[in-house]
């Protein structure tokens, strides 16, 4: 068997993510294979597929989600370029976020959704761990709500591990393809396994669709920085070059951006960038991270409302 490869749009790759695992199919496999849930949807909403009327979607950022018939909302996200320091403070803000961002009608609160999440990491934690359960205890150790439970899936930990869930072995090993050479091992490995082979007729067809640009290009994609973006930004002191960046698109504006940024320097201008900057990360990161990492004055904090 051999199918095309693409090294820009390897299986890890968000938009692929998106695509493959908005097929009910797929996100329930790794859902299964992941908690041990069994879904009961009739859909899975995709950042791949949502449009700006969604407006349910728009509380939440994971790259798919669904809701099961019996009211818990399920999501599945994958987490490549982060720092192990900000990703804890991530997961939970991104699932307080899908319940806070549900109705409460006249205080009936007993009535939330349960959110199960499950974020798929690309690199490994500190205690090499395969999958980490995540779940609101008290001081005893005792459940203290069930409203929020969070599954840390660490790819490298598991591709380890002799003792973990055998279709967990082959996303696994599915996300660690990142060349045409993994490919091939992957296709000898596991096209004669079902899971297997459908990993690989889904992501023949998610490389081959003619809108992968279009999808990229969406205002999630562009929104979807990086620890590792504000990081560099505080090392390398390119304040005003990233900001300008964010406006114009991460592909072009971080090079071109930085240029600019730095050449011009107008307060007016700085305005302008520090506006649209606070507009692409205020939904991603807190604003007392924002002001730091902009060095955004007290005078400029009154003027951005913020």
Do not use: W
Request: charged share 30%; hydrophobic share 35%; glycine share 6%.
């Amino acid at each position: 068997m051999n199918i095309p490869f693409r090294e820009d749009y390897p299986p890890r790759n968000d938009i692929v993510f998106s695509i493959m695992f908005g097929e009910i199919d797929l996100f329930s496999a790794l859902l299964k294979s992941v908690t041990g849930h069994v879904l009961d949807a009739d859909e899975v909403i995709s950042q791949a597929s949502v449009t700006p009327d969604n407006v349910e979607h728009n509380y939440i950022r994971f790259d798919t989600f669904a809701k099961d018939k019996n009211g818990t909302v399920y999501s599945l996200d994958l987490q490549n370029t982060y720092s192990e320091l900000l990703i804890k403070n991530r997961t939970i803000y991104y699932a307080c976020r899908s319940i806070s961002g549900q109705t409460v009608v006249k205080g009936n609160y007993d009535k939330l959704n349960k959110v199960v999440v499950s974020f798929i990491m690309t690199k490994k934690n500190t205690e090499n761990m395969p999958v980490e359960t995540v779940r609101l205890c008290d001081n005893k150790g005792n459940i203290y709500s069930e409203l929020m439970t969070l599954y840390n899936v660490y790819i490298p930990a598991v591709n380890h591990s002799d003792n973990t869930d055998k279709n967990l072995k082959i996303f696994s090993a599915f996300f660690s393809v990142d060349s045409e050479k993994d490919m091939e091992d992957f296709i000898s490995l596991y096209s004669s396994d079902v899971l297997g082979e459908k990993l690989i007729s889904s992501y023949s067809k998610s490389i081959l669709r003619g809108d992968l640009k279009t999808i990229k290009e969406r205002e999630y994609f562009d929104m979807k920085i990086t620890e590792q973006d504000i990081i560099e930004a505080k090392t390398e002191a390119r304040i005003e070059g990233l900001a300008e960046g964010l406006a114009e698109g991460r592909a072009e504006g971080r090079a071109e951006g930085r240029a600019e940024g730095r050449a011009e320097g107008r307060n007016e201008e700085r305005m302008k960038m520090l506006k649209q900057a606070v507009e692409k990360l205020k939904n991603i990161t807190g604003i007392d991270t924002i002001i730091e990492t902009f060095n955004i004055t007290e005078n400029e904090r009154k003027l951005l409302s913020i």
